[in-house]
């Protein structure tokens, strides 16, 4: 199925500034079919959320997009070269040029905070203590944790493991931040701390992020293009104001049901 | 069923695959290597000393009962006490415990691992999960299995020896005779190869297991029993086969 594209939508006229092209994406589990013919591009310095009811498969794309899963079928191209076909050596260097923010944090519960954020740096780099001390402390200054470097992970708060979360994808200065739910579980202040924070990483880092959210008030907090999962295919995708503006029956009833007024 | 049998086996061949490609191409990590010594060897030196002194204890009195009413020399009970150790004892009861202990402990860490993402988060930043994370643990336990097997042995060796002078049934002098009497270096050989095996069993499955796991924290728990159990059958089959290619 074809998505419905909005009039002047940037997804119609690929260029040189787009960074990742999904290509005929499809992914099934067993007989389970999560989507199918699935086309998309991501431009340089972007914010792309992708939306769509629990269930639809928006992490299961998020994981194709530095090969995390493999499809059943498709491509997923990244500076024009095909993820998928690309040895280990390879796959590293695409995927580092990725930082990724999982649902629950993904902390490693062995290593304390600060750990967990110098970790890349001890695995991938050669710098020394003292350098890898300022590079946590700069990435943990950034997130508003500072003051939790010694703390065990289990001692965070959910919005608190985000935020670590963030600080560790980050770390090795990712071209590409890419975000699970970064607000579900978080009371809505807090959810708007973590939304203020991928705006302003976003502009401080110009990065190119893609958020995986059904979290509206993010979307129209965040985004600058909006893709949209349902019926196992990427139903539609446009520019913020072509959501808000859109007359998509099922895109609607989603905005709706998420009890957040449009107009 | 079968389909099921197949895809285990697959996946369970390719992660092997996969861990010995990886240690060829690189070495494994040192730290984790490091640690796992640490929680395979060291700290199953109190379980395995239980195990070991009640293991010989056991054999004395129990060989000493079986032996009781016969006509033969009581330092006999020395000999079979020191071969049922080396050769069968300290291995296969040391490995089943470890099964326990050791298995389900990297079961449940990888299956926790798993299911929080923590593996993927592993992947994304660049790093050969495999290669961090089950090579260490298997290399271990097969470097560790040995050594934990000659401290069983050595410690059911002392336990019998003390049961028996302690019960009045055989004195020392009377079981280090029989002890070597039927002393086979090779006994001690065979026991060492297979706690080799047993060890990779153990974590072979277990990292197996816990790498696939799904399902939360319900998923984790059935891994870490399959692993557990797994090991456990693994064991007594391999141990036949051992016996009867080796003896």
């Not at chain 1, 992708?50 to 194709?64: A, D, E, Q, W, Y």
């Not at chain 1, 970790?119 to 946590?136: G, N, Q, Y």
């Not at chain 1, 998509?248 to 009833?253: E, K, S, W």
């Not at chain 2, 080396?86 to 389900?104: D, F």
Request: aromatic share 10%; with cysteine; charged share 15%.
């Amino acid at each position: 199925m074809n998505p419905t594209l909005d009039a002047n939508s940037p997804a119609e006229t690929p260029s040189e500034k787009t960074l990742i092209q999904v290509r005929g994406l499809s992914k099934s589990f067993g007989s389970t079919v999560v989507w199918n013919d699935v086309n998309l591009d991501v431009y340089k310095g972007e914010t792309l959320a992708v939306i769509g009811r629990s269930g639809c498969g928006k992490s299961v794309l998020l994981k194709h997009f530095n090969a995390l899963l493999t499809p059943t079928s498709g491509d997923v191209l990244v500076d024009g070269v095909n993820i998928f076909e690309l040895d280990y050596v390879g796959l590293r260097q695409i995927r580092q040029r990725f930082g990724i923010l999982f649902q629950g944090g993904a902390l490693f519960d062995s290593i304390s905070t600060y750990e967990n954020i110098a970790f890349p740096l001890r695995v991938f780099t050669t710098l020394s203590d003292a350098e890898i001390r300022d590079r946590v402390m700069e990435a943990l200054e950034r997130v508003s944790l500072a003051h939790a470097a010694e703390r065990s992970t289990a001692e965070l708060s959910g919005g608190m493991r985000k935020r670590v979360g963030l600080a560790r994808a980050i770390i090795l200065n990712p071209e590409v931040l890419m975000y699970d739910e970064p607000t579900s579980g978080l009371d809505p202040q807090t959810s708007d701390e973590i939304n203020d924070l991928i705006v302003a990483l976003s502009e401080s880092l110009n990065v190119t992020s893609i958020v995986i959210t059904h979290d509206m008030h993010s979307v129209l907090k965040i985004a600058d293009r909006v893709v949209f999962l349902h019926d196992q295919a990427l139903h539609w995708m446009g520019t913020v104001e072509q959501l808000k503006q859109s007359n998509d029956g099922p895109l609607r009833d989603f905005v709706r049901a998420s009890e957040y007024s449009l107009a | 069923m079968r389909f099921t049998l197949f895809h285990e086996f697959g996946l369970y061949g390719t992660l092997l695959y996969q861990a010995m490609r990886s240690s060829l191409e690189s070495t494994p990590y040192r730290m984790n290597l490091f640690q796992e010594f640490v929680k395979i060897g060291y700290e199953s030196i109190p379980i395995i000393l239980l195990t070991g002194v009640f293991t010989g204890a056991v054999m004395t009195i129990q060989t000493a009962y079986q032996l009781g009413n016969a006509f033969i020399a009581s330092s006999i009970i020395g000999s079979i006490v020191t071969q049922s150790l080396l050769i069968e004892l300290s291995a296969v009861i040391s490995s089943l415990v470890l099964a326990g202990k050791v298995g389900a402990r990297i079961a449940t860490e990888l299956g926790t691992m798993r299911v929080s993402e923590q593996i993927d988060a592993l992947e994304s930043m660049g790093l050969n999960s495999v290669s961090f994370l089950v090579v260490p643990r298997i290399l271990a336990g097969m470097l560790m299995f040995p050594v934990l097997y000659v401290v069983a042995a050595a410690t059911g060796l002392t336990g019998g020896l003390l049961t028996g002078v302690l019960t009045d049934t055989l004195p020392a002098f009377e079981f280090m005779k029989g002890a070597r009497m039927f002393f086979f270096p090779w006994d001690v050989l065979f026991g060492m190869i297979k706690s080799i095996v047993f060890g990779f069993i153990i974590t072979s499955i277990s990292c197996y297991k816990g790498y696939y796991a799904t399902g939360g924290a319900e998923g984790v728990g059935q891994s870490t029993t399959q692993a557990t159990v797994l090991s456990c059958m693994y064991i007594l089959v391999a141990d036949f086969v051992l016996a009867s290619l080796l003896l």
